[in-house]
T-cell receptor
Framework: DTAVSQTPKYLVTQMGNDKSIKCEQN?????MYWYKQDSKKFLKIMFS???????INETVPNRFSPKSPDKAHLNLHINSLELGDSAVYFC???????????FGPGTRLTVL | KQEVTQIPAALSVPEGENLVLNCSFT??????LQWFRQDPGKGLTSLLL?????REQTSGRLNASLDKSSGRSTLYIAASQPGDSATYLC???????????FGTGTKLQVIP
């Protein structure tokens, strides 16, 4: 009965490859997010979806493409991976009315 | 643009001490503010959510205060324990479809 889950937990890949990270929440929330945490541990929002609609897109390279098939899922596809994409990616969800966020365990992406 | 600063960046205290973590934010028009802890290699765990209309919120040994007009929040930890060792992050939320902005965090070490 995990609230926010992400797969995979670890992802190691070569530069230039395409990869996807999946996120699911079972909290009945209407908003989902992707965050990137860099090596300095700074957490920065990338995207936010509300009821499957993109509402926040924070100047992220267009190699990153989020997709929300339904309110409970938000996936992140990354094309042509670069060394600088190495980071921990967190999915989160919230109810718009409260704004209280709940985070997944993170996906550690390493690009070689 | 909301900017969030947390002071100190790191803190090391002996077990049993009471301590205060500080969070400052530049835009006082917030809806609520959330405090999280992050253990090494783990996701973020929500500790407390304090609404803009509240002055304080308590959970066990934790007490968060909010002074919206001056753009400050503090997290008070009573009788610290080694298990409290983690990075603590504050995150003010401006409401609606606005994003949550994270502080840079305070890394706490409680020495047995």
């Amino acid at each position: 009965d995990t609230a926010v889950s992400q797969t995979p937990k670890y992802l190691v890949t070569q530069m230039g490859n395409d990869k996807s990270i999946k996120c699911e929440q079972n909290l009945g929330h209407d908003t989902m997010y992707w965050y990137k945490q860099d090596s300095k541990k700074f957490l920065k929002i990338m995207f936010s979806y509300n009821n499957k609609e993109l509402i926040i897109n924070e100047t992220v390279p267009n190699r990153f493409s989020p997709k929300s098939p339904d309110k409970a899922h938000l996936n992140l596809h990354i094309n042509s991976l670069e060394l600088g994409d190495s980071a921990v990616y967190f999915c989160a969800s919230s109810r718009t009315s409260s704004g209280e966020q709940f985070f997944g365990p993170g996906t550690r992406l390493t690009v070689l | 643009k909301q900017e969030v600063t947390q002071i100190p960046a790191a803190l090391s205290v002996p077990e049993g001490e009471n301590l205060v973590l500080n969070c400052s934010f530049t835009d006082s028009a917030i809806y609520n503010l959330q405090w999280f802890r992050q253990d090494p290699g783990k996701g973020l765990t929500s500790l407390l959510l304090i609404q803009s209309s509240q002055r304080e919120q308590t959970s066990g040994r934790l007490n968060a205060s909010l002074d919206k007009s001056s753009g400050r929040s503090t997290l008070y930890i009573a009788a610290s324990q080694p298990g409290d060792s983690a990075t603590y992050l504050c995150a003010p939320y401006s409401g609606g479809y606005q994003k949550v902005t994270f502080g840079t965090g305070t890394k706490l070490q409680v020495i047995p």
